[in-house]
């Protein structure tokens, strides 16, 4: 066992020394525009992706990595007709992350990172079913997920994020200010 932990501490030494670069640091600012899977989806409906932009920006050094904040926005529709009864689902998310960029995940064109997000979520349920009211509700959403980027330049670049927040997945391009 105690073999196996110098194994593994020697390997996060290694890594973080290999790994050490500039895609996120102290200071960075980063616009994330992204295009995703809904949280919920209807067979046969039509849907408009979840989209959203979010921000981040790395604000200290907490232990081996650093720590970022920032902000999200998103926007997601659905409907669905069946004879004269037509459906809509609307959801739209305000909120604020922060995320945590472990130092031996973060080299000079990629950033593997952790994120937490809580925000505001309004949904809408709109129907001219008169056995499913109109409904609209606001609530808290709370999110946790992993995602990663890579740069092709020193500004541009790819990203994906996975777990529970807006989206369960969540693709698009990053743009270093």
């Known amino acids: 066992m105690k073999n196996l932990l ?27 525009a992204g295009i995703g899977l809904p949280r919920y989806n209807y067979t046969n409906a039509n849907f408009f992706p979840p989209i959203s932009l979010s921000y981040d920006q790395g604000i200290m050094e907490l232990g081996p990595g ?14 669905y007709k ?16 922060a995320s945590y960029h472990p130092n031996f995940l973060v080299g000079e064109k990629h950033d593997v990172y952790g994120v937490v997000t809580l925000g505001v979520d309004a949904y809408s349920f709109t129907s001219n079913d008169p056995f499913f009211p109109e409904s609209t509700s606001v609530g808290l959403l709370f999110g946790v997920s ?25 693709l698009g391009v990053s743009l270093k200010l």
């Not at 390997?11 to 290999?18: C, D, G, P």
């Not at 609307?90 to 992350?97: F, H, K, M, T």
């Open 6 to 32: 110098s194994f593994v501490l020697m390997l996060l030494i290694s890594l973080s020394a290999m790994a050490q670069g500039d895609a996120f640091t102290k200071g960075s600012k980063v616009i994330n």
């Open 66 to 79: 650093i720590l970022g904040i920032g902000g999200i926005v998103g926007y997601y529709g659905s409907t």
């Open 82 to 97: 069946y004879g004269t009864y037509k459906w809509g689902w609307r959801d739209i998310l305000v909120g604020g992350r």
């Open 146 to 170: 992993v995602g990663g980027r890579y740069f092709f330049s020193p500004k541009f670049g790819v990203f994906g994020e996975l777990g529970y927040s807006f989206t369960y997945a969540t």
